[in-house]
């Protein structure tokens, strides 16, 4: 069955800086590659998503690259602001959704 | 505003004390998950429902079950309580397999006493 890595676990990062969270998946029959965010005491929310046949996509300060053939891909989040604190999950999916052991973004002001 | 609602938000029961868990959407998906949510841990799926059909997860307990009555509502039985069964425990759907999300409920903190 399918596999995901994340790293780091924690990421502290000063505001205004960039964070990357890498992630690897092990089936290569994955094809679709969501990233959540997910706050004290909610539930994850979906943030971007990506899909095998994209390479990059974009939205706002947040960005999602896929290597399909490295089975990686990573988030990026640019200008990053004290509410961008949280922990974020990636996850591989097609029929069923795994997800990674989270990474806690800290943004200090 | 379509969504994912889930009753109660926080629900305390007793060891080995039956208890369920609600989950309704306005979303009209056909895909139904239930997750389990420990502290700093990722969600792990117990089960979903396709419509009608139902996927248990090899590794969810029996202790574990899931109703399905409608497209809109989903519950989760938990038949005997056990200490190790205190979590988030997160509803989700999605239109269909392979479709964008899933898309999470708040969920529902389990404290079992």
């Known amino acids: 069955g399918e596999n995901v890595e994340q790293h780091p676990s924690t990421l502290s990062v000063q505001e205004g800086d960039s964070a990357v969270i890498k992630c690897t998946y092990s089936d290569s029959a994955s094809n679709y590659f969501p990233w959540y965010k997910q706050e004290l005491g909610k539930g994850p929310q979906l943030i971007i998503d990506?899909?095998?046949?994209?390479g990059e996509k974009k939205d706002q300060r947040i960005a999602v690259t896929l290597n399909k053939t490295a089975k990686h891909f990573s988030l990026h989040i640019t200008e990053t602001q004290p509410e961008d604190s949280a922990v974020y999950f990636c996850a591989a999916g097609g029929f069923k959704t795994i997800f990674g052991a989270g990474t806690r973004l800290f943004v200090k002001a | 505003d379509a969504m994912v609602i889930q009753n109660p938000r926080y629900q305390v029961t007793q060891f080995g004390k039956p208890v369920t868990l609600s989950c309704s959407q306005t979303l009209n998906h056909n895909v139904m998950y239930w997750y389990q949510q420990k502290s700093s841990q990722a969600p792990k799926l117990l089960f979903h429902?396709?419509?009608?059909?139902?996927?248990n997860e090899a590794d969810t307990p029996d202790n574990f079950q899931s109703r399905r009555p409608n497209t809109s509502f989903c519950f989760l039985d938990i038949r005997s309580p056990g200490l190790g069964d205190a979590a988030m425990y997160l509803c989700?759907?999605?239109?269909?397999?392979?479709?964008?999300?899933?898309?999470f409920g708040p969920g529902t903190r389990l404290l079992v006493l």
């Open positions: 429902y396709y419509d009608k059909d139902f996927n």
């Open positions: 989700a759907t999605s239109l269909n397999f392979n479709h964008k999300g899933p898309h």
């Open positions: 990506i899909r095998s046949n994209v």
